[in-house]
């Protein structure tokens, strides 16, 4: 985005209502650098500096591409994202889109810049929202050309050191060449990088360069707990800034090569030019062979806090495990004092259950002493003296005394008095009284009983027909 469009852009936000709804890439877990998305303009977003919106990764420098993606709305009103070739990508709801390839957006959608460095989230993770210009104008980054615009209009108030582009931008490409006039490029020679000139350029990249004793003592400082996360930070750190200066260092070495194979001539600057190459060329090595030192002692650090991790979740663990002791010896306890309880209920019980089975086993028994009672009375006062059976049909005589019917009839034929006191038969008389007094008590007799009477009915009845 040139600077022409961006003051088009920044006129219109400032005559823009406050009630009106915008998109916006709003920062996910921060209240600030959230993005706006204009309409009708292409924005642009990248670490370079012809870009809407600049992305600088404090911890990782290369995270962000020059131009890393673009936003574009359709004639539709929705708005699609196009990954520029990044090398670390531009992911949508956790998928990488190809290159090239513009993708429509929904409002809600998550649009993740770069990939997760180890041990921690992604550093720029968005998602698509449209608010109203009041409630999220606080919130919103500026643009790169109103920072710019904003740091030369104080630059007469504020006269400090402007960062380098190399500074601003961390880079690997060659140094660039000299600029001739002439039409003839073979007389272009590297621009000469001075040691104080790379010294400065690699401050940005390795800051404790310039003093390596807080280097050495915080390496002879693994135990620190404060420190750790930031000593493995710093570890990710310098194995990237290694890579930078041993591709620096490659570069100045295909230099220093180029300008010896060429024809020598008696040029004193270009012989200049050599030896400051191989002087910045011994200085990067020192630099590189620091943070290699740096590297290892780190990693040492890095083995030591990670023994010092194991051995606190060994400790953790113990605790755990005696705290587990501890309520597994509660538990037991309360189920000792729960078992303690239940015994005495049960001994409550089985008491209760004995005194009453005393009280059952009692009215057993006086219920087969009524039938024993019964019993008798039936063999002693309802039986017939002639069959000694229970009366059938039962007859009194003139005498008072009781027979079966069947009993007497018989008796009768051989002699015509009573069996018991020898009186003289005059009359005898059916007592339905005792029938029905007898079969009532029969009811309550057993079934052998009951057959057996039902048997002697039967055959009297046979008898006498």
């Given amino acids: 985005m040139d600077k022409e469009t961006a003051a088009d852009c920044c006129a219109a936000e400032d005559d823009e209502c406050p009630d009106s709804e915008v998109f916006c890439l709003m920062r996910v877990g921060r209240n600030s650098d959230w993005l706006r998305l204009f309409e009708n303009t292409e924005i642009t977003i990248g670490r370079g500096v012809d870009v809407t919106y600049q ?27 196009t990954d520029k070739k990044s090398l670390n990508g531009v992911w949508v709801n956790g998928t990488r889109l190809p290159s090239d ?85 073979s007389l272009a020679v590297p ?46 750190m310098y194995s990237q800034n290694i890579l930078l200066l041993r591709e620096q260092v490659d570069d100045t070495q295909r230099h220093v090569a180029s300008l010896e194979g060429e024809p020598r001539q008696a040029d004193p600057l270009r012989e200049e030019q050599v030896r400051e190459l191989r002087g910045q060329l011994d200085t990067l090595r020192a630099k590189m062979h620091r943070m290699e030192t740096l590297e290892k002692s780190f990693s040492e650090t890095k083995r030591l806090l990670e023994e010092q991790k194991t051995q606190q979740q060994e400790e953790l ?57 019964v019993t008798e009375v039936l063999e002693n006062e309802l039986q017939c003296i002639i069959c000694s059976e229970l009366f059938i049909e ?3 005589l003139n005498c008072a005394h009781s027979f079966c019917c069947y009993c007497i009839n018989q008796w009768r034929k051989k002699k015509d008095e009573c069996p018991i006191c020898r009186q003289a038969i005059q009359s005898q008389t059916r007592c339905l009284a005792l029938d029905n007094c007898i079969d009532r008590m029969v009811e309550n007799l057993s079934l052998d009983m009951k057959a057996r009477r039902q048997t002697l009915i039967s055959e009297r009845k046979g008898e006498s027909s």
């Fill in 55 to 81: 992305l600088l990764s404090p911890t990782c420098p290369l995270m962000i591409s020059r131009l890393h993606c673009t936003f574009k709305q359709s004639e539709d009103g929705h708005w699609t994202v």
């Fill in 317 to 373: 663990l113990k605790k755990q495990l005696e705290e587990a002791l501890q309520e597994q010896k509660k538990v037991i306890g309360e189920l000792a004092l729960s078992r303690q309880g239940f015994e005495e209920i049960l001994l409550a019980k089985n008491k209760e259950l004995e005194v009453t089975k005393e009280e059952k086993e009692k009215a057993r028994a006086q219920k087969e002493e009524v039938v024993t009672q």
């Fill in 191 to 236: 621009c000469p990088l001075f040691p104080l000139k790379g010294q400065q350029r690699l401050s940005h990249t390795k800051p404790e360069g310039t003093r390596p004793g807080r280097d050495d003592r915080q390496a002879e400082r693994p135990s620190d707990g404060s420190s750790a996360t930031h000593d493995l930070d710093n570890l990710q």
């Fill in 394 to 396: 039962a007859v009194i």
């Fill in 101 to 185: 390839e513009s993708h429509q957006l929904r409002l809600g959608d998550s649009i993740q810049l770069g990939v997760p460095v180890i041990g921690n989230k992604a550093e720029f993770d968005y998602v698509l929202v449209q608010e109203p210009l009041r409630d999220i104008k606080c919130f919103l980054a500026k643009k790169l050309v109103e920072r710019v615009t904003s740091k030369s209009a104080h630059i007469s108030k504020k006269p400090k050191r402007k960062l380098t582009m190399e500074e601003v931008e961390p880079s690997t490409s060659k140094p660039k060449l000299y600029r001739c006039s002439s039409a003839d490029k």
